[in-house]
């Protein structure tokens, strides 16, 4: 009978459902933030002295020595994974809340850097092997960018670097004889937090970095496969971030009293990974704006060059049309 079939065909849907999710748990994605007490060695930084107009209008200009570096502004064509192609591409999130940027309270300012934990993180997929062990498919390790302390007490900014990659099983499908991968890291950084007058502010972006890499070797028996990922030890992230502002409270002194303080920080951490077996790219505009910045592709690009043109109307006059008399 016609209901007897359509139970089969019931049947069968379920099956594939529960045999899609069953070998879909055997994959794990962990991101662990990592932390250090005195991350940043201030005690080793030399001295920036603080010149007056004057000062500087008296010749001492020429014997200013300054830790700043002028670095050119993250402008440029930047080629990402065409999400269009989905047959050759994955993709997959991690993301870790609730965490701390800080080890310790402040009565400074919302600002202060004074006991800067966060070191970085690290994103990890595990998956089952053909042996029923958990194994390692990639590992990924972004750290803070310590040879720019000044960044962090001067402009209260931070920047990443790799620390450490290793890809050994994509996630993706892969086309026969491709031993490389391509991927691309888009990281955001988010805080909510009050300030001192009162006001409150929710899921606010610090900062958004991006890391783009490409013929990535995933067969550790292949040759150059070590050397191509030590190469990358090391390089920095497009990006930057503020660092995170401490939310205002109160805390209870030594003296027994409740005074007013700067919190220890509360962050969060998204992290958006695609995956492409295929040279599959678009490119697209960056354009840095303060702490985060715009990614434009090729449609907004030629749009905001070449608008499309409007048809022209004729004036509306203003003034009225006298009734007719009879």
Do not use: C, H, W
Request: aromatic share 12%; proline share 4%; glycine share 4%.
């Amino acid at each position: 009978s016609k209901s007897f079939i359509l139970f089969f065909i019931a049947i069968f849907f379920l099956q594939k459902f529960s045999y899609a999710q069953t070998k879909k748990s055997n994959e794990a994605l962990q991101m662990k933030v990592n932390t250090q007490k005195d991350v940043i060695n201030y005690s080793a930084l030399k001295q920036q002295p603080m010149y007056s107009f004057n000062a500087r209008m008296n010749g001492t200009r020429d014997a200013i020595i300054m830790p700043f570096l002028i670095s050119k502004g993250v402008e440029g064509i930047q080629k990402f994974i065409d999400s269009r192609k989905k047959r050759y591409n994955a993709q997959y999130n991690f993301a870790q809340t609730d965490l701390n940027f800080y080890d310790q309270l402040s009565t400074e300012n919302a600002l202060d850097p004074t006991g800067l934990q966060f070191k970085g993180f690290s994103l990890t997929r595990t998956f089952i092997n053909k042996d029923g062990q958990e194994d390692t498919a990639f590992i990924v390790d972004f750290g803070l960018d310590t040879s720019r302390a000044y960044d962090i007490i001067n402009s209260s900014t931070f920047r990443l670097v790799v620390n450490n990659i290793e890809i050994k099983k994509p996630k993706v499908k892969m086309p026969n004889k491709t031993k490389t991968i391509n991927m691309d890291f888009e990281i955001t950084f988010t805080t909510s937090y009050i300030n001192e007058y009162g006001q409150m502010f929710t899921d606010m972006t610090l900062g958004k970095f991006l890391y783009t890499l490409r013929n990535a070797p995933v067969d550790k028996n292949e040759e150059g496969y070590q050397a191509f990922y030590d190469s990358l030890k090391g390089k920095p992230l497009i990006g930057k971030s503020f660092i995170v502002p401490r939310s205002r409270g109160y805390y209870y002194s030594e003296n027994n009293t409740i005074e007013k303080s700067f919190s220890a920080g509360a962050y969060s951490i998204q992290v958006s990974v695609k995956e492409s077996s295929k040279n599959t790219f678009i490119d697209k505009l960056i354009i840095e704006n303060g702490n985060s910045f715009s990614v434009i592709g090729q449609k907004e690009l030629l749009k905001a060059v070449n608008p499309p043109a409007t048809a022209s109307k004729a004036p509306v006059s203003s003034v009225s049309t006298p009734a007719k008399q009879n």
